[in-house]
């Protein structure tokens, strides 16, 4: 649901703040185009939930994020249901060479 998303993004960016020490961490969206009105349902309704997480000053949401901008840093935080999630990273999976697999299952 889009509220199990907001709540996703308030874990990474919880995460990212306390781990990994950024102090403002940017949260993406994970979506098919980066513009707002793309996506389906659930994509739609969580873009409005983080948006106003985002104006009362929880998150710093950047909005939506493609999965090639994600490679490139595009967001500190992506927020993503399990199976679009699940299908970047097998994508990335394929993508990377086989010895730096290994480091995944280290």
Do not use: C
């Amino acid at each position: 649901t889009a509220e199990y998303l907001l709540q996703f993004a308030y874990l990474g960016n919880y995460y990212a703040k306390r781990v990994l020490g950024i102090e403002s961490p940017r949260v993406g969206l994970l979506n098919i185009g980066a513009e707002e009105e793309k996506g389906d349902t659930l994509r739609h309704e969580a873009y409005a939930l983080l948006t106003q997480a985002s104006e009362a000053g929880r998150i710093r949401f950047i909005g939506n994020i493609e999965a090639n901008d994600v490679m490139m840093g595009g967001a500190d935080v992506v927020v993503a249901d399990g199976f679009t999630g699940n299908v970047m990273l097998k994508g990335l999976e394929g993508w990377l060479p086989p010895w730096s697999k290994e480091s995944w299952a280290a």
